[in-house]
């Protein structure tokens, strides 16, 4: 790719991109006034011989046509040359014609090619200098030849009798040189033209080159072949999706990134189709084509959690960045979790301390029946809300799930039971996605129901088939009719930010999770009030 450039610095040639552009335009620019000049010449000059040998054979059909002419041919004697042959008849008739038409030469022959008139006096009665056949055979002739005055453009017609015999021949000579004066004077204005045609030229080509500078930012070939380059490697060796946008909201280029985060094959030709066409519809398409404005916009693309931004370009297009937040949103759900159950412990530990005194205060008073009946108590009811977890969800991912919730619960002072309808084996084809589906839904029932003057969640999940039936009910406010589904969109939400985690992606996740396994998720209202979410799961047990 260098090789050009490393001749032209060897030839003196400029570097700058938008002065080899000026100079090959303006190469270009004379090279075709050249060319244009010498085309219309080459014809020009067939042309101007032309119009002299048609002008000469005007002429000699004119004379021919003068009665007087091939009279005087037949009635007088062949003069003998020499200042007498000056006052011949046909002499004084060639003359005056010449002399009318600005033609070099009127010359009249015989049927023996011996001439009766030339503007030589002493060549009359001398034969024709050129073969004169053709013409005293009754053939118009037209041809440049070399005479006895030089080069001059033709004519040659027969002369006829008033009986319509042939008795000689009439040639008229046009000076060539008259030809290629007109010829040279016919070249100033040319080049004049030429030349004017080759500045207007020159100006556009400049007026371009200027615009071109503009647009190139004043850069050489070799720098903007670098920037290509570079873009073409960083664009596909950076690990955030990028993806560039025309006006017109068609897809200008697609990083590996981008294309792997939003799950487009690698060798799909995205390049020039609508983005809404290739992303179909949801938030994804909206946030990448601006139709929901922000920075650091949270979306949902089948499993992956993403975080867009949007920067809009000079001509109207866009270029939209894309980073992949999935790991750490599962992170922070961690997280969430940890601390809450962190809560639960610290609280339980309180609790542990006043059971270890009020065990302590029973046995120093000496009531043992009564410490062991306590210590019992306290040991029956973990044990009882563990088995009976576990006799109604036999997934332990599942049933461990729910018995942390449960003690979060109680913590918080709202009671998580199971439906008597509970009932699911351990045959989950996706235990994982369902414990994520299931935490989801019986945090934000938690959090409906904790501010409530009768607290309760209800969490309702078994098996019909193959199909797993999910239903978690709180005691909550509920949701209003005309909510329920913008509630499962990406970032929407009731509840404020805490700490670096965004808000109003648990329902869209557990969406997204739902349609991946071709089922469902919805919400409603529950039969006491409050909301009702449900989730089908078809084909979730094996």
Known sequence: MRFPLLSARRLGLPRRAVSQILLTQLAIAAGVAVLATGLFLAPLSAQLDDQAMRRALAIAQSAAADPALAAGLLTADPPAGGPAAADGPVQSSAERIRRATGAEYVVVMDLNGIRRSHPSPELIGLPVSTDPRDALA???????????????????????????????????????????????????????????????GALAAYLLSRRIQRQTRDLAFSDIAGLLAEREAMLHSIREGVIALDPGGQIRLVNDEAARLLGLA????????????????????????GRVAGRDLLTVRGRRVLVANRMPTRDGGA????????????????????????????????????????????LELGLHEEAAEFVTEVVGVHRSTAEQVTERVHDPLLAALLVGKTTVAAERGVPLRLADSTLLPDRLVDPGGLVTIVGNLVDNALDAAAGSAAPLV??????????????????????PAARREEI??????????????????GLALVRRLAQ????????????DGGAEFSVVLPEALR
């Open 458 to 479: 209800e969490v309702d999940l078994h098996a019909e088939g193959r199909t797993a039936v999910l239903r978690v009910r709180d005691s909550g406010p509920g949701v």
């Open 319 to 362: 270029v939209a960045t894309l980073r992949d937040r999935t790991e750490l949103e599962h992170l922070s759900r961690e997280l969430d979790s940890t601390r809450g159950l962190i809560d639960a412990l610290r609280a339980q530990d309180h609790e542990h301390a006043n059971r270890l005194h009020t065990v302590l205060g029973l």
């Open 266 to 289: 690698p060798d799909s030709a995205v390049a020039g189709r609508p983005l809404d066409d290739v992303l179909g519809a949801g938030r994804t398409t909206d946030v990448l084509a």
């Open 488 to 505: 499962f969109t990406e970032g929407w939400s009731t509840k404020q930010p805490s700490g670096p985690r965004e808000r109003g992606l």
């Open 516 to 527: 991946r396994q071709g089922g469902s998720a919805w919400a409603g209202e529950a039969a």
């Open 138 to 200: 009754g053939r118009e002739v037209m041809e440049i030849d070399e005479g006895t005055l030089g080069r001059s453009a033709r004519g040659k017609v027969p002369l006829v009798a008033a009986d319509g015999e042939i008795v000689g021949a009439v040639s008229v000579g046009i000076a060539y040189d008259s030809v290629r004066d007109r010829l040279l004077g016919a070249i100033p204005g040319l080049l004049a033209y030429a030349g004017g045609a080759l500045a207007a």
